[in-house]
């Protein structure tokens, strides 16, 4: 009878266990196709503008999956408890186990592989998995943001590059050159590189006209190319290969004038040009996205948590309460896993007719008050307004509402008990008097 009894408990065990990560991976599913379907469509209306390559798509949303994991995971998992414990009192199996003298910690614990388990997942997604995604996905976005102009281009479309701005009349086949080219440069202080063939014919006027034939562009007066907004008209452009990889983007214009206006004194000067060179981009660390600080490896932030002053790690700054913050944040959240069991024991209990659904929404809102208050917490440590050491005491008041509520009834119970227990022992010593 005692070995049928616990194989009995064995199998409801493995039940237990198989049932709440069945629903724990369904759940999960279900909300990383919602949140990682609103980015992608976010990122495919980028790529229709041009702002990124199609190709990366795909490997844009694999970095980002463990980011939305972090917190997806513990909420999935705490929906799976709820689900499963529900359905435990909805269809009576409770009351048949509590009836067998199992009571509903002995089930809770029964989860604890589970719970190591997904302990590790989830310090796993938030120590390595989510700084490793961020990172790449950083690294992605940077090289997107030098892409090859050809990319980018728009036919009988104005886009913007830096300071200039450019409309293609035509794309030549196998997008090789551009054709009918206007380029709009906003004076910022900066010139062009001229290169001419041998056969270029410049032409230059300023306010009166004034022609000349075979002149060199390296010639023409330095007044001429002065600060000024400039209009450049060509009738093809090719891309010129580069050997550096700063993110310049070289293009020579073939065939065309450019003309110089100043709005202040009104005057203005035009050159005609057999080939002329610019500049579209020239991205430097400054200017590329600057690395986040979900991005930087645990043990990276573990090297420097003691250092006093500015941080600078992957071209980035970070003060030292953003590093302790991000530390204290990235520590607590697989904590999260076992306050999930202690919630969704007590708050999954319903009473007959009430329905298993009565409880998910209030119980998924303390859940994700829990998370919020990590979230908030994080905030507050990364400017200096709390010490990080409120992480553990944060956790510890959590396992204690958790706690509370699993021994809410039993103390209650208790203390009915010793209220009619010191009531009946008074009216016995008045009836004795």
Do not use: C
Request: overall charge positive; proline content about 3%.
């Amino acid at each position: 009878m005692h070995f049928y009894h616990q194989s009995s408990t064995v199998i409801l065990r493995r039940y237990m266990i198989r049932q709440v990560a069945t629903t724990t991976a369904l759940v999960l599913g279900f909300l990383v196709v919602m949140l990682l379907g609103g980015r992608l469509i976010r990122y495919f209306g980028m790529a229709a503008e041009g702002g990124l390559d199609v190709g990366v798509l795909w490997t844009l949303i694999g970095y980002n999956l463990p980011y939305f994991l972090e917190l997806i995971f513990p909420l999935s998992f705490f929906i799976g408890l709820m689900l499963v414990f529900g359905r435990l009192y909805a269809d009576h199996e409770m009351a048949v186990l509590n009836a067998g003298g199992i009571s509903r910690g002995t089930v809770s614990r029964w989860l604890i592989p589970l719970v190591l388990v997904v302990f590790v997942m989830q310090g796993f997604i938030t120590l390595i998995g989510k700084p490793w995604g961020v990172g790449r996905a950083t690294n992605i976005w940077q090289e997107q943001s030098v892409v090859e102009i050809f990319d980018l281009i728009r036919t009988k479309e104005f886009i913007s590059s830096g300071d200039y701005h450019l409309y293609v009349g035509e794309v030549g086949d196998e997008r090789e050159f551009l054709k009918d080219v206007i380029v709009i440069q906003m004076n910022d202080g900066k010139q062009a590189e001229y290169a001419n063939t041998p056969t270029t014919q410049t032409a230059i006027e300023q306010g009166d006209p004034l022609h000349a034939d075979n002149l060199d562009t390296s010639k023409i007066p330095s007044q001429l190319l002065s600060d000024k907004d400039t209009i450049i008209l060509a009738k093809s452009a090719t891309q010129v290969p580069t050997a550096t990889h700063d993110g310049s983007v070289v293009l020579d214009l073939h065939e065309g004038r450019r003309y110089e206006v100043d709005t202040a004194s009104r005057q203005y000067s035009q050159v005609g040009f057999g080939r002329y060179r610019i500049h579209l981009t020239g991205k430097s660390e400054s200017q590329g996205r600057p690395m986040k600080i979900e991005g930087i490896a645990t043990g990276e932030l573990l090297s420097v948590r003691r250092v006093q002053g500015e941080i600078t790690l992957k071209n980035s700054m970070f003060s030292p309460q953003q590093v302790r913050a991000e530390l204290g944040y990235r520590l607590s959240l697989p904590f999260l896993m076992i306050i999930a069991v202690l919630l969704a024991t007590p708050l999954a209990t319903v009473r007959p007719r009430q329905g298993r659904w009565l409880k998910l929404i209030p119980a998924i809102f303390v859940f994700v008050a829990n998370v919020l208050i990590l979230i908030s917490l994080k905030e507050s440590i990364a400017k200096g307004k709390i010490g990080v050491y409120i992480y553990p005491v944060a956790l510890v008041l959590f396992i204690a509402f958790a706690l509370y509520l699993n021994y809410h009834d039993r103390i209650m119970a208790q203390l009915r008990r010793n209220r009619i227990s010191r009531q009946g022992h008074q009216q016995s010593e008045q009836g004795a008097s």
